[in-house]
């Protein structure tokens, strides 16, 4: 029953990838291995290569392989969170003196990260435009190490070109890690275009239920895999064994909830487009958007998150906000549940007077799996209050 990628397809993969049913009670599922410790038969003779939970446990590797299978990687390692995940892979890639190339929109906690953390720490960075490719290379420099792209982004739904930027790093010491975040492994697979690691935050459309916080790296890269190993026996940033069995529940649905995700968004993005109250949709699956032929050739669909800018300002950015009733004003995005927020004082204040400050006209709405007449009455009766 494991997965072979050459004869079985992406949903096949995710319900079975990771796990094989045991020997002893067939047990349909990964089992929850609740356990620090594992018994040895002599010392440092291990029975199936483990020995403490927090540089190795069964459920948490079952989960890392699925994630693994999914991306077409040969490694993959989980942590306590996506930031956790970042922090580490900071760690792993970087050294004082090293320079990172990041995007003008990204995830606040990402840029605060590196803002405050890593040039503490002696790192340098230039945030430029990942959507034009030119001026990544412009950016990067002899110690640049590490650029780092988000596509779609968080929250502006700006699209990188992975395979022309994956290209730019030929020849030098720079990885390009990709946060496939908002796209998930269903809709883009970033190590096949190029990229050296991605990076995802679990906590989002993975778990899917917004019920489990984690993070996830996967690569090709052997010794990057074995440095990610090591960090996370030697700093302890594991997920717990409840949130990794949780997390691989959700994975097992990842693509039939990611194309409900992307047929309410598409729809949902259509009739915004045509209302006056909105300024501007940011969703790459409508054709004005200039991501759009670039999003078409590296991801399946478009996803299920859509940014939004009201022509009232940041008033009617916020009304809006306080005016739905089926989508909940709350942080976080990639649940069964449709959620918005308001960037520019939630998620991204951290960007706040930086280069990759969010405009305050703009709502981020993440468009969960309901079905798609309730969500388009909301949104209706919300826009008919501004
Ligand atoms: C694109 C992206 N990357 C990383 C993170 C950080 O993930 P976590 O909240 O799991 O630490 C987030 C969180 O919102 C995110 O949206």
Redesign the pocket.
Known sequence: MSFDPHTQGFSTASIHAGYEPDDYYGSINMPIYASTTFAQNAPNDLRRGFEYTRVGNPTIVSLEKAVAALEGAEYGRAFS???AA?DILFRVLLKPGDHIVLGNDA?G??YRLIDTVFTAWGITYTVVDTSVVDEVKNAIQDNTKLIWV?TPT?PALGITDIEAVAKLTEGTSAKLVV?N??ASPYLQQPLALGAHAVLH?T??YIGGHSDV???LVVTNDQALDEELLFMQGGVGPIPSVFDAYLTARGLKTLAVRMDRHCDNAEKVAEFLDSRDEVSAVLYPGLKNHPGHEIAAKQMKRFGGMISVRFAGGEEAAKKFCTSTKLICLAE??GGVESLLEHPATM?HQSAAGSQLEVPRDLVRISIGIEDVEDLLADVEQALNQL
């Open positions: 969170s996506g930031m970042t995830y906690g990402t988000e968080n946060d975040t908002f935050s906590t989002k916080v984690g993070g976080s995005l998620t």
